[in-house]
């Protein structure tokens, strides 16, 4: 049985300083206060400051990757065209800027470490909310009015996080439940998590450089639960308890909890895009949406997010289907064959969505800036491409004059050496190196291109 850590043994918790008002907060330090609020509520032997830097030295890493990557997926939806939500931010746009083609993989990585990331933190969050959980609760809440500026900051922080994490998996479970628009409610809660994170960062970088060089590594991650005992807390922390309860399991346990949770997570990320490993990926719905005709195993069996049923697109469209051409001295009227003698391409893409999942084909289909010349705009600054989809936030798409004629940038006609399924945008769609997946419109019915 582990030994039990008895109130004498305990740490003293040093009286906090208070500063102006001081009458005040004496005042509210005297009212007595029901759990969660005491103290001696919180008695788990395992918090302290090492602990809590530990998982917060995590965070700063990982989460300073994940909010990096997610403005980045922003800015890549190209939002100076208006096609991002949301579509006006005022001083919170990022540079304007031409859009890389190379490398192709770019938007992959980047959607892939802030999903996957973003997932893989998920267990260290609620481990360091875990941990500071008696701060959070202390009375009186401040003590000065620095801190009372510190804890707007939590606000901030903790709320925005939760916000975040909560809208992030549920826009990847298909799930709208919240009653807006992910886009933008994403967005907005990015910047109030942002500007909670720099502040905290800012306050408690010193305090928790302090603690993980104070901290014994191999003391507090070999000591078993019967040898567990209390961090102290010479500095005031507050995330000692005051009287601690016997021990239920050691750091290294709870640090091997929460390993295996963010592990089981990475795993999910690995599933979403390694084609073999597809099945891991159990948080992705939509990820197991494949795009073979009754379920065929072959060059498009892989993910789709929007069906052609969903689109209102009928299965007869290649019987009157061609491709409309603008921004010439005249309209150019192409059919399928006439696309086929202009001379194919193959290459070897991926293709990635918001989502996190993303998979590498290889496409067959005529170069968007073949297409140009034929049009008699060799040059574009912008090509508009539209999708015989009546309605919807992407049925048509503003692609750069860059991305037009970078030289793997193809109007697919195949894919893996068979004709596109109906789901995969059947008779043509655009693949562009590096764009996101919803920019990569299905069932393409004209493009303009403009000067």
Request: hydrophobic share 45%.
């Amino acid at each position: 049985m582990p030994e039990s850590v008895d109130d004498e043994a305990s740490p003293r918790r040093p009286d906090p300083a208070q500063g102006f008002p001081r009458p005040l907060w004496r005042a509210l330090d005297r009212i007595p206060v029901p759990p969660p609020f005491s103290a001696r509520t919180w008695r788990s032997p395992l918090r302290g400051p090492w602990l809590t830097s530990v998982f917060g030295a995590v965070l700063l890493v990982g989460m300073t990757v994940v909010i990096v990557t997610g403005l980045m997926s922003f800015d890549t939806y190209a939002p100076w065209f208006g096609q991002a939500a949301p579509a006006d931010v005022g001083p919170f746009h990022l540079p304007y800027y031409d859009q890389p083609t190379s490398p192709s993989w770019l938007y992959r990585l980047t959607q892939g470490l802030h999903v996957g990331g973003g997932l893989v933190l998920v267990p260290v969050v609620l481990a360091k909310l875990w941990s500071v959980v008696p701060k959070l609760f202390a009375w009186p809440p401040v003590r000065s009015l620095a801190q009372l500026l510190e804890r707007v900051s939590l606000l901030a922080l903790v709320g925005g996080v939760l916000f975040e994490m909560v809208t992030g998996v549920m826009n990847i479970q298909y799930d709208y439940g919240f009653g807006f628009s992910f886009y933008t409610g994403h967005y907005w809660g990015a910047w109030v998590f942002i500007a909670g994170f720099v502040v905290h960062v800012l306050l408690k970088f010193p305090t928790m450089l302090r603690a993980l060089r104070a901290g014994a590594v191999g003391r507090w991650l070999h000591d078993s639960a019967a040898q567990t005992r209390p961090e102290t807390d010479d500095h005031g922390t507050g995330l000692v308890a005051v009287a601690p309860s016997p021990p239920s399991m050691s750091r290294r346990t709870l640090v091997a909890v929460v390993a295996g949770g963010s592990g089981l997570m990475a795993l999910h990320a690995v599933g979403n895009t390694v084609d073999a490993l597809r099945p891991l990926a159990f948080l992705s719905p939509r990820g197991q949406s494949y795009g073979s005709p009754d379920g065929v195993v072959g060059p498009t069996d892989f993910q789709v997010n929007r069906t052609a049923f969903g689109a209102g697109i009928r299965p007869d469209i290649a019987d009157s289907w061609a491709l409309r051409l603008s921004g010439g001295r005249a309209p150019v009227v192409l059919t399928r064959a006439d696309l086929e003698a202009m001379g194919l391409a193959t290459e070897t893409l991926p293709i990635a969505c918001v989502e996190g999942w993303s998979t590498t084909r290889t496409w067959t289909g005529v170069r968007l800036r073949d297409l140009a010349a034929r049009a008699g705009v060799p040059s574009p600054s912008t090509a508009v491409v539209q999708s015989l989809e009546a309605a919807g936030p992407f049925a048509r798409v503003v692609l750069q004059g860059s991305q037009v004629l970078a030289p793997r940038s193809l109007l697919a006609l195949r894919v893996g050496g068979a004709d596109l399924s109906l789901d995969h945008g059947f008779p043509a769609r655009v693949i562009v190196p590096a764009l996101p997946g919803v920019h990569n419109t299905k069932w393409v019915g004209a493009i303009e291109f403009r000067r």
